[in-house]
């Protein structure tokens, strides 16, 4: 199946959705994709409605967390074409995740048809064009799973593929409107280890963080960001993307990307960097950024990037002004590790990026500029939108 030009301009978006009501929520489309190997091969995709899959109870997908997933975006641009952005860096990044995670890698025929049939049969629940908008996207979750059956620690004989697709609209904040949230370091818990997974997108690395992140949310801070679990003392990324920062001198702007070996490489934050580079002439820093430096307030302004966050401002960081408690491992009494406790209000500090309360002037920038170019409205230089 093929999703040509002609066809994503014939099938407008459905009228059964309420475009101005998305939310970051899955919702029951026409159909989801598979494709299963076995006998050491993939096989082909076919399309399958419902929501549900079968799989075996020993799979380790279910028992040890032997799966990847991706997370891509679809737009429409003002014609009514639908284009997918940057897939062929997920397609590499899922690799990656298989190998760490010692699954077969997917081959392009199996990745790029998958997605083109997917795309294709849910062509109506691409939200209209939206210019400048926050969200407003057919979100689609690749994912891949060891479901065979094997009790060892090992891997099975069958893996499978799965495409699912759902219109999605901001996650952070309002659909219309540039969202500039609050944060808050998560610094009484590691997101990943140091030699550990953090680089790869494997749902190991997501679970964890749900308790702390929930509370968080609870007390005003919808985002969240994690230090390198070695020192606590650099910033690795928020819980949901990538961490930037901007610093102005005089009519220089600078980008500062955080580099550590456990974040994940961002979509949108190496497309931001290409826009900060090549479309606005901005220095790019890329290096360790000591949280200490936001503490320092070195920057004018921090935003967040990933495919479900987009570009989200953050307008002020706070964090804890005391050691965190650690308690101890060994205890065969009561079970252990390290806790999350929000910590209370006198003992956290809050830093404002410019005023504090409304998105930067460069986080701005960099939204309309990528956002423009995810829904076709400037000349595709760097030949992101697929298919071209
Ligand atoms: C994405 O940005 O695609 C992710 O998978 C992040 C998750 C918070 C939804």
Redesign the pocket.
Known sequence: MSVNASARQATPPSSSVDWDKLG?TEREVNAHVRVTYKDGQWGKPALHTGTDLNVHYAAPCLNYGQQA?????AFRTKAGSVHIFRPQENFKRINLSASVASMPALTEAVFFDSLKAVVAANLEYVPPYQPNASGGAL?I?PLLLATGPRLLLDSPDEFTFVIWVSPVGS?YGSAKAIPAVDGFVLDTFDRTAPMGTGHT?LGGN?APVFKPTREAKKRGFPITLHLDSATRTYIDEF???NALAIKRHGDATTLVVPESTSILR?V?KISVVDIAKKLLGWNVELRPVAFQEVKDKHFDEFLAA????GVTPVRSMSYNTKQPRLVSGGSTEEPHGPRFDFPPDNVVERIDFGDGKTAGEGAKVLFDQLTSYQCGDQEDVFGWLWPA
């Open positions: 970051f997933f991706e997370g891509i975006k979100y979750r996650l997108k997501y819980s949901t993307s961002s949108t990933g495919t479900a966050a």
